[in-house]
């Protein structure tokens, strides 16, 4: 929870600071990215650089993960600066990504944060990692109180506002829908390239795929359930009866079907009139265009976070930072450990109304 | 279904949309699954069907169970239609805030019973919201929309369908959701006795330890 910041340097800041010209510099490690970014406190992204570790097999490795983000920290944290143009001592608040993810990842952009805030002797704000991803896809659409299905290698979630914070009304029983696409497209043989997610590589082969096979479709209420699908697509490639492309197709129209259910079914249930899609998979055009079609049908307006901003990134940390702070919210340097398991609904958020 | 007439769109849902109209002189509810645009032809088709056979089974096999849900009149399979009773009443979901807390205890003790017998007898309703559950003007208890249901004594298909009661409690009436949980536990204990209940319990734990980020999950290193 967010510790309320003294009243009197609040007002100070407020004072002597004007919108356009107070910053805030976000961290983002929670997972295989290492981001920074820089934004204005009226939401001006100055810097957005983010630099990927990709593990020579298999997933990501967390402590190579980790390892990664200290190698690379100093060098992300100058490019950010000489891109927004401004100097260390211009920032007024630190924020950083304090959970959830996985630890080591964490811990590393906790550390980069808190020594940061302490030289520059300003505060620091420790941010939501799932709900930052909401407020981006928000502050780059437009939207303001959408339905949003946040989908990405680590999480699946539908979320909406309701009285001080997000509720989560759906998301996976098991796996998340990246990480169900992703160890498929591993075990597909797939090979992750700089700048090309796996995710795309299995769009690309989809989107040539012809037959739809049948295989697993669980929707459980508002949630869902992925591991038997995967593991149903999994066997179906071994058995070599059907083209990839075949495989890749059904398995993302079966995935993104359900998804997409459950976030109509959340979006009738709200009655609210606009959504938005947010997270690394929300760039894949065919979920694009399902989410699209279920807001069309419930007039609502649809939205998509735009592409620098779908994958893990400092901007969005930075500007739910500016968000929590100029609500009062600080997190004092004994307090701002990690939370690997923080959920959407323990956090405040003042800023809506 | 020529005989349905003068249906007038009452809810349209994520799934299905439901009119009130008129067979033989009496009101029903008219339920249909629309194609969805997003799905592919052959999915969408498979879903719809399935769903419209699976659930008048359920609902009968519901009030087999002594579950109060609606009379089924009509189905049609091919075009996903569904003609029921009209139950005279209203959703819990929006008379719960309303309540006293002894009002709100009584109906969340009488929904645990009934989704005691439910699962006593092998019915998963799949659904659980209070969205779902109709209070008519004789205090009696309806349950509908068994679309999501199934036949299984499974414990794990009991784990979660309560797992989605809580969850629906939580998002929807998160005032009180501990409270209410707790009772609908209580009248679930008074139906399949407190044994069954110790294992039901444990297996929802485990399925929420098996979510994603939830704190008990492991100890925080």
């Known amino acids: ?353 | 279904m020529d005989e349905v007439t003068s249906p007038t769109l009452l809810k349209k849902g994520a799934e299905a949309s439901l009119y009130l109209a008129e067979w033989h002189g009496r009101k029903v509810i008219l339920k249909t699954r629309l194609p969805k645009k997003y799905r592919q032809a052959k999915l969408d088709m498979e879903i719809r069907n399935y769903r419209t056979v699976h659930e008048p089974q359920l609902m009968h096999e519901a009030k087999k169970a002594g579950v109060p849900t609606p009379t089924i009149f009509l189905v049609d399979v091919k075009n996903a239609v569904i003609v029921m009773e009209f139950i005279e009443g209203k959703q819990v979901k929006q008379l719960l805030g309303g309540f006293s807390e002894k009002e709100r205890e009584k109906a969340c003790v009488k929904i645990g019973e009934l989704i005691g017998r439910l699962h006593a007898y092998g019915v998963i309703h799949g659904d659980l919201t209070t969205s779902n559950m109709i209070l008519n003007s004789e205090g009696k208890i309806f349950l509908v929309d068994f679309g999501l249901g199934e036949k299984t004594m499974e414990l794990e298909a009991r784990g979660v369908d309560l797992h989605l009661m809580k969850r629906a409690l939580q998002s929807t009436h998160y005032r009180f959701a501990e409270e209410c949980f707790e009772a609908v536990m209580r009248g679930y204990a008074a139906v399949l006795g407190e044994e069954d209940v110790k294992d039901v319990l444990d297996k929802i734990r485990e399925i929420e330890k098996r979510g994603r980020y939830v704190a008990d999950r492991r100890q925080e290193s």
């Not at chain 1, 997933?59 to 690379?72: D, F, L």
């Not at chain 1, 981006?136 to 009285?163: C, E, H, M, R």
């Not at chain 1, 040539?208 to 209420?221: E, I, M």
């Open chain 1, 1 to 353: 929870m967010y510790a309320l910041k003294r009243e009197d340097s609040m007002k100070k800041h407020r004072e002597t600071k004007r919108l356009d010209e107070a910053y805030c510099l976000g961290v983002e490690s929670t997972a295989d990215d290492f981001g920074v970014g820089i934004i204005t406190f009226n939401g001006k992204v100055l810097a957005n650089v983010s630099n990927g570790y990709i593990p020579e097999e298999g997933g990501i490795h967390p402590r190579e993960a980790a390892r990664h983000h200290a190698e690379v920290a100093a060098k992300v944290l100058d490019e950010a600066f000489a891109k927004a143009g401004i100097k260390p001592r211009d920032l007024g608040v630190i924020a950083f990504s304090q959970g959830p993810g996985l630890g080591p990842c964490l811990r590393t952009g906790a550390t980069v944060a808190r020594v940061l805030a302490s030289y520059l002797a300003i505060p620091l704000v420790g941010v939501n990692h799932s709900i930052a991803h909401i407020e981006i896809g928000k502050l780059a659409t437009g939207a303001q109180d959408p339905v949003t299905l946040y989908v990405s290698g680590g999480n699946t979630i539908v979320a909406a506002f309701d009285s001080g914070r997000y509720r989560v009304f759906g998301e996976t029983l098991d796996i998340a829908l990246g990480n169900c696409l992703d160890v498929f497209a591993r075990e597909a043989g797939l090979r992750q390239k700089k700048g090309v997610p796996l995710g795309a590589a299995l769009e690309q082969l989809a989107a040539n795929g012809k037959t739809l096979v049948s295989l697993p479709y669980s929707v459980k209420g508002m949630d869902i359930s992925l591991s038997g699908l995967l593991t149903a697509a999994i066997n179906l490639l071994h058995k070599e009866e059907c083209r990839l492309e075949d495989v890749c197709f059904s398995l993302q129209e079966n995935a993104f079907s359900m998804v997409t259910e459950v976030t109509e079914r959340a979006l009738a249930h709200t009655e609210k009139k606009e959504v938005l899609l947010t997270g690394g998979v929300a760039a894949n055009r065919r979920l694009q265009a399902m989410v699209n079609s279920i807001a069309e049908e419930h007039d609502a307006k649809f939205n998509v976070v735009p592409h620098e901003f779908a994958t893990d990134n400092g901007a969005m940390i930075a500007w739910t930072g500016v968000l929590a702070y100029t609500h009062g919210a600080v997190t004092p340097i004994e307090e701002s450990f990690v939370k690997l398991r923080w959920r959407v609904e323990k956090v405040d958020a003042p800023w809506m109304k």
